[in-house]
């Protein structure tokens, strides 16, 4: 697995795009993995994988002090100004998930929403996501499930940009056996909960419609595939969104099933 190059593309495709779009989708995710966290004021919270700062929000509205790291030069630039401008002092910095920047047992908690999932090497991130976190400190995600619509569309998208035949695909973090085996070496306990993200839209095609034009993957898509492919990435895309519609009344409702992952490191 050339995991540099993995890298590379993941620093490059989550810079583009209108990610807020995709972010507000996310939030209710973001309070969710806070909660089941018990962050609270006074703790100090490391967000990985941060996007532009769902979780490190969340946590900084409970009071807690907030680090937010991400891969990506870009994510961090735009995570930086919607704290800035939302009032709250999270500090930001560029950084890899499988190398966190910072000494060990540091954070109480430390946390990613569908961030860290993405990493290539599911045991390497794990370790360093318990390295960085104090004993009895909290270790959470959330990662889409597999049998979940969100798995359905990564599909898609690989038969357009394969993974690395040696990348093992992001939604296996949230199937509990998995994610346990990955954890379970690391932790004293953990916790796995199945929820749904709940996303709504006047109609399939005005989702397919903000999706295509915001979303990073689909942005990098629009600039690296001839027009004829990027064309049929977006039917499809359209074709499942319609499959996955329970709305019945020609707006759009997608239920997407992804996991709440917490674990607690020994003391």
């Known amino acids: 697995m050339d995991v540099e190059a993995i890298k590379q593309r993941q620093k490059l495709v989550w810079g583009q795009g209108d990610y807020s779009v995709l972010s507000r989708q996310l939030a209710p995710a973001a309070a969710a993995l806070a909660d ?26 409970e009071g807690a002090r907030v680090v937010a790291s991400d891969i990506s030069p870009g994510m961090v630039e735009r995570g930086r100004a ?13 950084a890899d998930a499988e190398a966190l920047p910072f000494e060990e047992a540091r954070f109480d908690c430390v946390g990613s929403v569908f961030g860290a999932f993405i990493a290539p090497r599911p045991e390497v991130v794990a370790r360093e996501l318990f390295r960085v976190a104090r004993p009895g ?8 499930t597999p049998e979940g619509v969100m798995a359905e569309m990564f599909g898609i998208g ?48 005005a989702f397919v419609d903000e999706f295509s034009a915001a979303a990073p993957t689909m942005a990098a898509a629009r600039k690296g595939l001839p027009p004829e492919r990027f064309e049929e990435l977006s039917a499809l895309m359209g074709e499942m969104v319609e499959r996955n519609n329970v709305s019945g009344d020609g707006s759009l409702r997608i239920e997407a099933e992804y996991a709440v992952i917490v674990a607690r490191r020994r003391g």
Do not use: K, M
């Open 36 to 61: 089941a966290c018990a962050v609270s004021a006074g703790q100090e919270v490391l967000d990985v994988g941060a996007g532009d700062g769902n979780f490190a929000l969340a946590c900084a509205r």
């Open 82 to 94: 919607r704290s800035e401008e939302d009032g709250y002092d999270i500090e930001w910095v560029e």
């Open 137 to 144: 400190g909290t270790v959470g995600l959330t990662a889409w």
């Open 158 to 205: 690989r038969r357009f940009a394969p993974l690395d035949p040696d990348q093992p695909p992001s939604e296996r973090w949230g199937d509990e056996a998995t994610a346990r085996e990955r954890l379970e070496p690391l932790a004293g306990h953990v916790e796995y909960e199945r929820r749904q993200l709940v996303w709504l839209a006047d109609s399939p095609q």
